[in-house]
């Protein structure tokens, strides 16, 4: 669960839900979300960011979630009328560079948070995507209703591809030890 900054909505998400709900907070004892944004996978992490709306009360919003397998969606609405009607903006790691038979993991997007003063037309989010051996970080200008696609290294730092397991201090050393 999130509060939005204006302190009006919380947003939730639960294990196996594939969506995220916006609740409005007004005291009321019962009442059912304002607002469900549809995902296709469950979310594991959520952010929000309000943003003003010239000669209106209520603050346009910014919600981002990312799902189990590492994509990050993102709506804009000015209004939580507008935040349900609109379509989510995906960032997604491309995987054309790992070959058919690719046996481990896939990069995905492991990071996300919402900075600075969000707009209706734009939202600055600090990522982090790729492979734990090897994030990557960037700041991307998310336009509404434009999809990104990221590119990732098959590279680690932990060991490089490139790198064989017997060149290794380590192989070097237990190859020692057997022979001795």
């Known amino acids: 669960m999130v509060f939005t900054d204006d302190g009006k909505y919380i947003l939730?998400?639960?294990v196996g839900e594939r969506y995220v709900a916006l609740w409005r907070i007004d005291g009321g004892k019962r009442q059912s979300a304002s607002c469900v944004l549809a995902m296709e996978h469950p979310a594991v992490f959520i952010d929000c960011k309000c943003f003003e709306n010239e000669g209106?009360?209520?603050a346009g919003l910014y919600v981002l979630a990312i799902s189990e397998t590492g994509v990050c969606y993102t709506w804009c609405g000015k209004n939580v009328e507008?935040?349900?009607?609109?379509?989510?903006?995906?960032?997604?790691?491309?995987?054309?560079?790992f070959p058919?038979?690719?046996?481990?993991?896939?990069?995905?997007?492991?990071?996300?948070?919402?900075?600075?003063?969000?707009?209706?037309?734009?939202?600055?989010?600090f990522i982090a995507y790729g492979l734990l051996v090897k994030p990557s970080f960037?700041?991307?200008?998310?336009?509404?209703?434009?999809?990104?696609?990221l590119n990732s290294s098959q590279d680690g730092v932990l060991l490089p591809l490139s790198q064989s397991l017997s060149n290794t201090k380590k192989a070097r050393d237990l190859q020692n030890r057997g022979n001795s």
């Open 12 to 14: 939730s998400s639960a």
């Open 56 to 58: 209106v009360d209520d």
């Open 82 to 97: 507008e935040l349900r009607n609109s379509k989510p903006t995906k960032v997604l790691l491309s995987y054309e560079e």
């Open 100 to 125: 058919k038979n690719h046996k481990g993991a896939l990069p995905t997007v492991l990071a996300a948070k919402l900075q600075g003063t969000a707009k209706p037309t734009a939202a600055n989010v």
């Open 138 to 149: 960037q700041k991307i200008l998310m336009h509404p209703g434009t999809d990104i696609k």
